[in-house]
């Protein structure tokens, strides 16, 4: 038989109380005569509460005739009918175990459902806020040999030291009058050994249907922008970092809204991941970018998609105060990124796909000017106008010049002379990067891709010939003999992967990549502040290969062996060989 219950209209305590004391009663109770009486007394509560109607209770017990003479039954006389029963209750002289049962099973279904609906069986339970958010992160620890060329020059100064200190004396570098003071310079001759370590969290919200936000916290150096690494035993890898497991920095990596108006557009704001196709030669893979962006795609037949992505992205932005020590203020020089990306996705067969995206990414505002005329002041308490056209940010490889028109005070060679230094070629990059999926084999699959950059607002007359007046025209790197002028505008990358074809993909034990990849990058091909952090220790002007594998040893955790060889193209010879050795787990 079945017992139709009428299921209540709110899941109040009361309501609860009673339909679990109905169930334990029914089947947990020891003896016949007892579990009749609370049956009784139960079904009741349940008619006045409204949880069960007369009419339902009467048809139940007309299913469940009694036996004529049970033996726990009180006898009545012979003629006597049994009292009245008034029409809101109800009268069990006998319930059957297997009705106990199956009214036990239906009530505590009833109320299990309900309270899963209604979120009031498990007070314990999280509030429903965090059924929004998502939490997720990685780990990464790595071995890291840096390993040079022995005829490597050692004659390589680092500019980024220069513009983010103190201006530096030209003057007085080279001249051997007891008051020579050299520049900072590159490592490029002694091997070193690092440990380093990547940990990342990040929380996902969903906030409506169409809106979402993203925070994640990541480790990382406060000096640029590609390198979210920490080295164990330094705080910054620099003279004086102190060791002694001292604490890594922790930075805001990730903080971006996304809406998405339609299934196939949609808008980010803040601070977020690259949005354009992964690029070895121009962006490095953990860079986050600032500003705005759209990104959409239509699906046109025939296994064709075209995809754009558009976006304008703030570099630099002027100091509110700037030239702080001086009552003179000087006008904004800020800088943005600003591109937009095509291209088309073509699922020729299953086993085969094909994409190709066209990209230009315009840098406004990133080359140095030269300054008004500047009288040399007490070190720290003057500027330069064009001071914030400076490189903020440098890893090697674009060519500089100094933007200071210093005016001297005694004889122009030797009158104090100090300098900061701007990127001397505009940047209009074209990028054109195809990709060939072949999944024929479905145990190795593999992918070919390729990419060509040519940065069209590059000038060489203009590069030769502009600079302060007292100063010699033209830059002050990537020369070669005679002081010539060696630097270039193009670069290119083949690479062949096979395996999993992403990282992402590598989640179980024995997932496995291996690829081959071949780059050759031009001093002023794109901005070497942004681009690769690890090819030929980072930046551009650099060519040579690379050889990396990957294998999951467990659940979302892999280990990967890359081994790099490069050497500059222009300048000094500068050669170097690196191992990288990760470990990686994330969830």
Known sequence: MTATIRRWNHGTALSTTLATCLAAAIALAPRAAQADAQTVKLIQLLIQKGILSPGQAKDLLKETAAPAKPAHAPLLPEGTEPPAVPGNQIRVTYVPQFIRKQIADEVRSEVMTEAQEEHWAA????????????????????????????NNGN???????????????ANNYGVNNGTQANPPFLNTTEDRNRFRLRARIGFTADVADWVSARIRLGTGQDDGPVSPNETLGSTNGSLGASGDFSKPSIYLDRAYITLKPLQDLNFVFGRFPNPFLPSDLMF???????????????????GVTVFGTAGAFPLFNTSFDFSTNSQTKFSSSDSYLTAIQGGVDWQITPALKAELGVGLFDFLGVSGAVSSPCSVQPAGQYYCNTDNTRTPFEQFGNTLFPIRNIVPTGVPTTSPDPQYYGLASRFNVLDIHPRLEILTYPAVPVALEGQYIKNLAFDRNAIVNHGPPLEAPGPINNLGPNSHYQGGDTGYMMKATFGKLTYDDIKSLWDWQTFIS????????TLDAIADADFHEGGTNAQGYILSGAMGIAHNTWVQLRYMSAEAISGQHYGTTQIYLDLNARF
């Open 155 to 169: 004659q390589f100064i680092n500019f980024n030291a220069i513009n983010n200190g103190s201006a530096f004396d």
């Open 518 to 525: 071949y780059r050759y990058l031009e001093t002023d091909a």
């Open 284 to 302: 490095y893979q953990d860079l986050g970018f600032d500003g705005v962006a759209a990104k959409g795609h239509v699906e046109v037949g025939g």
């Open 123 to 150: 007070p314990d339970a999280l509030p429903d806020w965090t059924k929004r958010i998502k939490i997720d992160g990685d780990v990464r620890f790595r071995y890291l040999g840096d390993m040079f060329d022995q």
